[in-house]
């Protein structure tokens, strides 16, 4: 959660130091899950409705961010490679990379 | 993997009189040039040809695969098909496919794949259209050649937790094995190792154990895999497991890395950790012999 954390630290910077910014345009600060050393991180997330995250593979391997329900599947994403999804719905979403399913995460979203 | 332990002899005279022999290009030509018994038969496997990869631990996939096809298309006596165990593409596109397809159609022998989990990355829509057969469906697939009993499994489509078979597929690899005699020799492919090869890099098919259970009455077995690029023997009662060395670029050993993946090994010795398998089957005699592409 230190990144959340940090992000929030970071929109309230930015809404000091632009001074006209919207308290929309702080809630749009980008949520970024990290699959790094093939993990996913932060996990597990917590969102609210309507929040898109940002996945970005870091790995030399390719890797996938997929429901273990089926409700999102990023396919494959290659080193550097980038994948955004929004959530609509609150509920606990449990994930995988489906080249690596060892590798599970969790992300929690709640209603507004 | 490092050459020393590529090249590493290994014999192996079981009670099912099983050769296994692990050698350099040079043992190659004296194994696939031995004077076969009258009614043997011999196939060769190819694996993780990953075409589509560009990384440094081999920039050029398609050229180490052309070299394989070319060194099997080269041998004296062509076997009688060639199985392809699985990652035939990086990344399940479509025009990775189409490379590895006009790659692969340069055999002289017949070529049957089955799909690694690189292959079905999203769907296996791809995967069907370039290697799909209409009389397997579901992929996988049993049949009889020369006295002996092959059965292809696919071990990626169910994949949430490990390597699964799923039960749709357990219920007919069961109703197929039951109808064998337990004198057939059976070969099994599959990508992902079917026994508990190293978990933690998910080197093992959850619901595997089952298949190996019935597969335990035979009295002669051969499991050949893929998927950890690069060769491992295990052996339980009288089945052989072994995996394959890739086309593409090797793996590290289990265990000797923080977490499996591409292994950079130096320019120079890229050909000497990838290859291909030649076996050869005569009654119950099955001889596997590993060949490196240098």
């Not at chain 1, 929309?24 to 699959?35: F, G, Q, R, S």
């Not at chain 2, 049949?143 to 002996?148: N, S, T």
């Not at chain 2, 190293?198 to 998927?227: C, M």
């Amino acid at each position: 959660m230190k990144k959340a954390f940090a992000g929030a630290v970071l929109a309230m910077l930015t809404l000091v130091f632009s001074g006209s910014a919207s308290l929309a345009e702080t809630a749009a600060a980008p949520i970024v899950v990290h699959i790094k050393d093939f993990k996913y991180n932060p996990t597990p997330l917590k969102l609210h409705v309507g929040d898109t995250v940002t996945f970005i593979n870091d790995d030399d391997e390719p890797h996938t961010v997929t429901a273990t329900d089926k409700s999102f599947d990023s396919e494959a994403l290659d080193t550097s490679g980038t994948w955004k999804h929004t959530f609509t719905k609150p509920g606990t979403f449990a994930y995988f990379c489906e080249l690596h399913p060892y590798m599970k995460a969790t992300i929690v979203v709640e209603g507004k | 993997m490092d050459r020393k332990s590529f090249l590493e002899h290994v014999g192996w005279t079981g009670a099912a009189g099983i050769t296994w022999t692990l050698g350099a290009s040079g043992v190659m030509t004296a194994v696939a040039s031995a004077a076969a018994p009258a009614g043997a038969l011999s196939f060769i496997q190819i694996s993780d040809s990953h075409i589509g990869f560009t990384r440094p631990e081999n920039p050029d996939v398609a050229g180490t695969l052309k070299k394989t096809i070319a060194d099997i298309n080269a041998l004296p006596v062509q076997p009688s098909f060639v199985v392809h165990t699985g990652d035939v593409t990086h990344l399940a596109k479509a025009e990775q496919f189409d490379t590895a397809k006009s790659i692969l159609s340069e055999l002289k022998a017949p070529l049957i794949t089955l799909p690694g989990e690189h292959d079905v990355i999203g769907s296996s829509d791809a995967f069907m259209a370039a290697f799909g057969k209409k009389d397997a469906p579901k992929v996988w697939n049993s049949f009889d050649m020369g006295g002996v009993h092959f059965v292809s499994l696919v071990n990626v489509f169910n994949f949430e937790i490990d390597g699964k078979l799923g039960p749709e597929q357990l219920d007919w690899v069961t109703k197929d094995l039951a109808a064998q005699k337990k004198s057939t020799p059976i070969v099994v492919f599959g990508h992902v190792p079917l026994y508990a090869l190293y978990p933690k890099w998910g080197w093992t098919t959850e619901d595997g154990a089952q298949v190996i259970s019935q597969l335990s009455r035979f009295d002669n077995v051969t499991v050949l895999n893929g998927h950890i690029h690069q060769i491992i023997q295990h052996t339980e009662g009288n089945i052989r497991f072994a995996t394959a060395a890739a086309t593409a670029y090797p793996q590290p050993a289990p265990g000797t890395a923080d977490k499996p993946g591409p292994l950079k090994v130096p320019d120079d010795q890229l050909l000497s950790v990838l290859g291909y398998r030649t076996v050869e089957l005569a009654g119950h005699d099955a001889k596997v012999a590993d060949h490196n592409l240098a």
